[in-house]
């Protein structure tokens, strides 16, 4: 779908419009993030509006995700030695998101700072990116992932990220891929897809260990040395999603940021639809 430029200022001019209009919502969000919403959605204004509403509701919901996650805190430096996370851009206009773990037996893996820190690293990047793209893949290394992982879950928080990342960020997601993935990997699937829309499981894809599947849908020239590609090695990459975090910190550690500015008066004054309708526990 091809969207005119004076097509896309308008959407963010109406947009913002009707922001200042919302009295829960801050004004300061910038045209970047106000366009990176418009193109997630297609440029349709209503379903920006809702989105932009789901975003800052599930944020408000998950207030313990996104405060005290100083990357330079012990709790965060210790989830952060063990996860390589990289994001960049690939052929056809398309954004690559990759979650690795790097922790056997998972004696030293926690969720909550798991989470804690992809809103770190995805804040981070919206905080500053100006890509656009068309689509966008994440892609999971669960070779090290074992049946204990079951134990490590937190429902709650991953029913609540599970609604911020279906329809609250930014992106237009198109394909999940979750690599080296182990014979047992459907009991873990199961206890998580109960979380997940239709349409987010019709896009996951399942490649076991040393199969060359994931080349039917990325060519090795978009992927990390890991994977058999042409690109740097995750840690590697992993330095550039650090550096941008590390650039951003001031930012990421305001517990302003991107927060519902009065819960209240929201509540009383928001249209059917978003804050009191959207069921997060």
Do not use: C, P
């Given at each position: 779908m091809t969207t005119k430029p004076e097509d896309s200022t308008k959407c963010v001019e109406e947009l913002k419009e009707w922001i200042n209009r919302q009295p829960h919502l801050p004004k300061n969000l910038g045209n970047n993030l106000l366009l990176r919403f418009a193109h997630s959605c297609y440029y349709d204004l209503e379903k920006t509006k809702k989105t932009v509403d789901t975003f800052f509701t599930v944020r408000g919901a998950c207030s313990d995700l996104v405060t005290?996650?100083?990357p330079q805190s012990a709790q965060m430096q210790k989830i952060i030695k063990i996860i390589n996370l990289s994001q960049y851009g690939i052929s056809g206009n398309r954004w690559l998101w990759i979650w690795q773990l790097n922790d056997p037996g998972?004696?030293?893996y926690d969720y909550i700072s798991d989470v804690k820190f992809f809103f770190l690293s995805t804040d981070s990047n919206f905080l500053v990116s100006n890509n656009l793209p068309e689509e966008d893949i994440v892609m999971m290394d669960v070779k090290d992932i074992t049946l204990r992982f079951l134990t490590k879950i937190n429902l709650s928080v991953a029913r609540?990220?599970?609604k911020y990342q279906e329809e609250a960020m930014p992106i237009r997601l198109k394909q999940i891929h979750v690599v080296n993935a182990p014979p047992f990997i459907d009991k873990i699937y199961g206890a998580l897809k109960p979380f997940m829309k239709k349409e987010i499981t019709e896009m996951i894809h399942f490649h076991p260990p040393k199969?060359?599947?994931?080349?039917?849908?990325l060519s090795k020239d978009d992927l990390p040395s890991n994977y058999g590609g042409t690109r740097p090695a995750m840690v590697e990459l992993k330095e550039e999603v650090m550096e941008n975090i590390a650039r951003n910190r001031d930012a990421l550690l305001d517990e302003t940021l991107w927060r519902i500015v009065d819960k209240k008066k929201a509540e009383?004054?928001?249209?059917?639809?978003?804050?009191r309708t959207l069921a997060i526990d």
């Open positions: 005290n996650r100083d998972l004696e030293n609540r990220l599970a199969s060359d599947t994931l080349y039917k849908y009383s004054s928001i249209d059917s639809g978003s804050f």
